[in-house]
């Protein structure tokens, strides 16, 4: 398939993106960069210095809204993009209505419960919409352990499902960045597919 | 009975087990986790009262934090 066929058939549909740190901002930057027409990106957070190291905004960003930086960085790659942003901390009860309507939806949070929660939230509230979660991509190295797994048609986990984040073992942008393209390599897989 | 546990093949001498019991005998005691049976998500206040069956597909997820 060309590239201008994969563009014209990619502009047709809507991404969900959960957190717009690590996993979501560059997850979201290799969609628009493939022709993903709408992203609809949710979360609570500001830049800060230090997720410089990983995330895709810049040092004049710090203090800003992530969602409304992130916003401001993809329509810089692409001014043609929709990008629909919530600012808010998604829980069981707004999730289904953030993301009513998303054709896939990519679980990019930090912190496990809320991993555990969108999961959960999908199945109940939105049957049918394929999630792809991220799940172990603390360090750095291990190339080799880093996986892509379909539990079912509705439901991908990629990571390597056993270093989690701590002092000695923080988020750096290779794993991260790794494990965010192959979240949205998914996407298109299942979008191109359709 | 034979079940599918996340892609492998598993043989226990019991008939059936609550997902309590076969977490605990393979050793699957990480806390953040999702169970699928067949496609279905188990309620997690339910592992005890959810038996597995022969002929089961059976999903394990660890959740790790970091993002």
């Known amino acids: ?12 549909y809507k991404v969900g993106i959960a957190g717009a740190g690590g996993l979501g901002s560059n997850c979201a930057q290799a969609l628009v960069r493939s022709g993903v027409g709408t992203l609809v990106i949710a979360d609570f957070d500001t830049v800060s210095e230090l997720n410089l190291n ?14 409304e930086a992130l916003r401001e960085n993809l329509r810089r790659i692409d001014p043609s993009v929709n990008i629909e942003v919530h600012d808010v901390f998604l829980d069981h009860e707004n999730t289904p209505r953030v ?22 939230t999908v199945a109940m509230a939105l049957p049918g919409i394929p999630l792809v979660v991220g799940s172990g991509l603390a360090g750095w190295g291990g190339n080799e352990k880093i996986k892509s797994r379909k539990i079912d048609n509705n439901l991908y986990v990629i990571g390597d499902e056993s270093d989690e984040v701590s002092e000695e ?26 | 009975m034979k079940i599918m546990l996340n892609n492998r093949e598993e043989i ?3 008939e059936s087990m609550t997902v309590s019991e076969l977490l605990s005998k393979k050793n699957m005691t990480f806390r953040m986790r999702i169970v699928k049976i ?30």
Do not use: W
């Open chain 1, 1 to 12: 398939m060309r590239f201008t066929v994969i563009r014209e058939k990619l502009r047709h």
């Open chain 2, 12 to 14: 226990f001498e019991n």
């Open chain 2, 38 to 67: 067949n496609g279905d998500l188990v309620d997690r206040n339910e592992y005890d009262n959810t038996t597995v069956y022969d002929g089961d597909t059976v999903q394990v997820i660890y959740l790790m934090s970091g993002g």
């Open chain 1, 99 to 120: 993301f009513a309507g998303c054709d896939i939806i990519v679980e990019a949070f930090d912190n496990s419960e809320m991993k555990q929660m969108i999961i959960e």
């Open chain 1, 169 to 194: 073992l923080p988020p750096l942008a290779p794993r991260v960045g790794i494990v965010a393209n192959m979240q949205a390599n998914i996407v298109l897989e299942i979008l191109l597919n359709k």
């Open chain 1, 54 to 67: 990983r995330q895709f905004f810049f040092r004049s960003q710090v203090g800003e809204k992530k969602v």
